[in-house]
């Protein structure tokens, strides 16, 4: 799977390149095209070869330059969906946690189907109040945003409530590591432990855990989310990443498949969830779990509604 960011890069160049078949249509220097806009050659080369993007404004003035000003429009779309596919957590976060939760809040509401993948921490939408108040916190400090945690939790907390009301249905994997990672106290990891449990029996729930031990030939992905097939949005440590190209969502459903073949779902996930409770209860280090015993547990069926 070629890197998100890859084609974020690929997205900029592509209007890049537009850019410079205008100024070539208008039989235009690099140098002439900077004496009309107003600007230094150096600007015109550096937005010709995907070093700086162009700002809506460097795009009007380009197109003016090159006496194709009805290109303008199409081209500042182009460049914004460009520039929304990766966007830096720092911008997105400069301003604190709780109104990047809520920005998210109309997407989650308009979503009927989410395919949620998650390889480091408990998905979003399934977090206590405990669990989601560390994680943030910590990210915070990271991060070194403004402390706004406790209202970034409420936040998150009223987001969640899709999971329970209207007809949103929710298809998710969770690594088997993620349920022994511990992020905040012990009783904090039980509780989240424990809320998985019971959010895992409501219908509108698909909850499978790829054990340590299953045959796979799906590696762990960075964690991501689809939305209704036709958005993904993929989180790295620097950026936050859309994808809304159909080739590109229907890769990730792709690996979503491949990686729910190995999965745990009911019986099967819900003792990977009571064996990592009771690891955290006995401060014990999270033991292997036994392949003959998942072999017996029927670990692999599969909810059936998931199956595409």
Request: with cysteine.
């Given at each position: 799977m070629s890197s998100p960011s890859s084609k974020?890069?690929?997205?900029?160049?592509?209007?890049?390149?537009?850019?410079?078949?205008?100024?070539?249509?208008?039989?235009?220097?690099?140098?002439?095209?900077?004496?009309?806009?107003?600007?230094?050659?150096?600007?015109?080369s550096r937005i010709e070869h995907a070093k700086t993007p162009p700002s809506d404004a460097d795009i009007r003035a380009w197109c003016t330059a090159c006496g194709a000003s009805e290109q303008a429009d199409d081209l500042i779309a182009a460049?914004?969906?460009?520039?929304?596919?990766?966007?830096?957590?720092?911008r997105l976060q400069r301003t604190g946690l709780r109104r990047l939760q809520e920005s998210g809040a109309p997407l989650y509401e308009q979503t009927r189907q989410f395919h949620v993948y998650c390889s480091n921490v408990v998905p979003g939408f399934f977090q206590t109040p405990g669990y989601a108040t560390a994680?943030?916190?910590?990210?915070?400090?990271?991060?070194?945003?403004?402390d706004d945690v406790s209202?970034?939790?409420?936040?998150?907390?009223?987001?969640?409530?899709?999971?329970?009301?209207?007809?949103?249905?929710?298809?998710?994997?969770v690594e088997e590591s993620v349920l022994r990672y511990q992020i905040g106290s012990a009783e904090v990891m039980a509780a989240q432990l424990g809320h998985l449990l019971s959010v895992m029996a409501l219908p509108s729930i698909s909850l499978g855990i790829i054990?340590?031990?299953a045959p796979r030939d799906a590696w762990p992905l960075e964690t991501f989310t689809i939305f209704d097939r036709q958005r993904v949005h993929v989180e790295?440590?620097?950026?936050?990443?859309?994808?809304?190209?159909p080739s590109d969502v229907a890769l990730y459903l792709k690996a979503f498949g491949n990686l729910k073949e190995v999965a745990?779902?009911?019986?099967?996930?819900?003792s990977l969830i009571t064996a990592a409770i009771d690891a955290v209860g006995s401060n014990a280090e999270s033991p292997a779990p036994a392949t003959g015993k998942v072999a017996g547990t029927g670990l692999y069926n599969h909810a059936p509604w998931t199956q595409d």
């Open positions: 974020a890069q690929e997205a900029r160049e592509a209007v890049a390149g537009r850019l410079r078949e205008m100024r070539l249509d208008a039989g235009i220097t690099g140098r002439e095209l900077a004496v009309r806009c107003g600007w230094s050659e150096s600007k015109s460049n914004r969906q460009a520039d929304s596919m990766y966007v830096q957590w720092k994680l943030l916190t910590s990210i915070a400090q990271f991060r070194g945003t403004p209202d970034a939790v409420a936040a998150r907390m009223a987001r969640s409530h899709v999971i329970r009301e209207g007809d949103h249905r929710f298809a998710v994997l054990p340590f031990t790295t440590l620097s950026a936050a990443i859309k994808e809304t190209q745990a779902y009911g019986a099967g996930a819900r």
